[in-house]
């Protein structure tokens, strides 16, 4: 299973930077085309949240028994959707060191190394797939999230679709995201002993940086999207007439964006 495992990781690394070329012989709207990259770059994110995010919420529907065994309870396919989201975070770390420089994409760097250290451990070893697929749910609120950004890079904030987009981000965020977060930090607490220590270690690294990130990622969005975007009281009786945007905060992929990968 390890060299399988392996070979779907390559084709997928492979597969994603492909996209990653591909889009450039696609048209960018031409409210985005100064952010090119960016475009493309989160266009190809989507994709792979959609897909891993819907097949392990399929796959933990159909195959309940994931939740029960975590470590060996797997069909065959949820391995190769383990692999395939290994293959995709890889790709996605080169196109951001294609892209930027490591200044600027240093956190979602470091997020990727922790997941892809994490998930790898699936691959590798044939083992704790139920509870990679598990962690693949938070993809559900990447779909979100990066739908956000890319109607941040249109500038179609304010606007009717993009405050749906944030509520949706926020809701995703606690069912999707701070839910399996916490069933899986509580997992580890109560199977530690049962658990090689190494792993302990990497799961519970994993689980705070990725929550840590989650947190911060939920306060940022409701103070930008909901909290900002309210009307602002009058002051001395003069009525405001100025509306405050929803796009107050830069739209890239470095340290100054909003993330969440995932």
């Avoid at 770390?93 to 990727?112: F, I, K, P, Y």
């Amino acid at each position: 299973m390890t060299h399988s495992g392996l070979l779907v990781t390559g084709a997928s690394f492979a597969a994603f930077r492909g996209l990653h070329w591909g889009l450039r012989l696609l048209p960018t709207p031409r409210s985005a085309a100064r952010d090119g990259w960016k475009w493309r770059n989160i266009c190809v994110s989507l994709m792979h949240s959609l897909l891993s995010g819907a097949g392990a919420l399929l796959g933990l529907l159909l195959y309940p028994q994931m939740t029960v065994d975590p470590v060996h309870g797997h069909p065959p396919w949820a391995l190769v959707l383990v692999a395939v989201s290994v293959g995709y975070f890889l790709a996605d770390g080169a196109d951001m060191l294609w892209n930027q420089t490591l200044g600027q994409a240093w956190d979602l760097l470091c997020h990727h190394l922790v997941v892809v250290s994490c998930l790898s451990t699936a691959v590798l070893s044939g083992h704790y797939v139920g509870f990679s697929l598990v962690s693949l749910l938070l993809e559900l609120n990447s779909v979100c999230l990066h739908l956000r950004k890319l109607l941040l890079l249109s500038h179609q904030a304010p606007s009717l679709a993009f405050s749906m987009t944030s509520w949706a981000t926020l809701a995703t965020l606690a069912l999707f995201r701070l839910l399996p977060l916490g069933w899986m930090s509580l997992w580890l607490l109560r199977q530690y002993h049962q658990v090689p220590f190494a792993l302990v270690v990497l799961g519970t690294t994993g689980l705070a940086t990725v929550g840590a990130m989650s947190i911060t990622l939920g306060v940022r969005i409701l103070i930008s999207d909901v909290l900002r975007s309210r009307p602002q009281p009058s002051i001395l009786g003069h009525k405001d007439t100025g509306t405050r945007t929803c796009s107050g905060e830069p739209v890239s992929r470095d340290s100054s964006t909003v993330s969440g990968e995932d």
